[in-house]
């Protein structure tokens, strides 16, 4: 599996856009890159998948370059709700069962 | 849809008693999952099923550890003997195989050994 690296933390304000940049220099031809947040005391909740360009839904958008080496996840005027931990992940989708969770960014947001 | 099931949601238990924590994944999905989660290590894939097969065990830290799928619609995860370093936050998932990494998980199941 593509290893990724993200930011530990960042801090944003209310109404801001966040960018999250995450890296996969191995990524592999097959490989999708995924987004999830984690909220203190729940489980991860899947944000946003894509495999190149730019991929919106109505959470965020998830922009890719063309080298497929980085990515980064982009959150619409953000509230103090968002704040939580992001992780990307990336591999292949017909094996979901190697999922590797790094250590993600945790966003504050503040007011 | 109620989402993945986890019980107990809470679990304090002494060193060297049995613990097992439960899973009902969502109906339909053909895959499921065993994580862990603890500050020092992040979120680690203990093991996963696919139509009740498991697949892949190797991140099951010791023999202490065993995971069950008997039907489609419950899972278990024991440990006996527990430790106190067990004590994690324990998440199951599930998804539909092969269709994308958008895992479903459950609230998770807090378990404190002392």
Sequence with gaps: LAKTTQPISMDSYEGQEVNITCSHNNIATNDYITWYQQFPSQGPRFIIQGYKTKVTNEVASLFIPADRKSSTLSLPRVSLSDTAVYYCLVGDNTNAGKSTFGDGTTLTVKP | ?114
């Excluded at chain 2, 986890?6 to 499921?32: A, D, F, W, Y």
């Excluded at chain 2, 099951?60 to 069950?68: L, N």
């Design chain 2, 1 to 114: 849809d109620a989402g993945v099931i986890q019980s107990p949601r809470h679990e304090v238990t002494e060193m060297g008693q049995e613990v097992t924590l439960r899973c009902k994944p969502i109906s339909g999905h053909n895959s499921l999952f065993w994580y862990r989660q603890t500050m020092m290590r992040g979120l680690e894939l203990l093991i996963y099923f696919n139509n009740n097969v498991p697949i892949d065990d190797s991140g099951m830290p010791e023999d202490r550890f065993s995971a069950k799928m008997p039907n489609a619609s419950f899972s278990t995860l024991k440990i006996q003997p527990s430790e106190p370093r067990d004590s994690a936050v324990y998440f199951c998932a599930s998804n539909e195989q092969g269709l994308s990494y958008e895992q479903y998980f459950g609230p998770g199941t807090r378990l404190t050994v002392t």
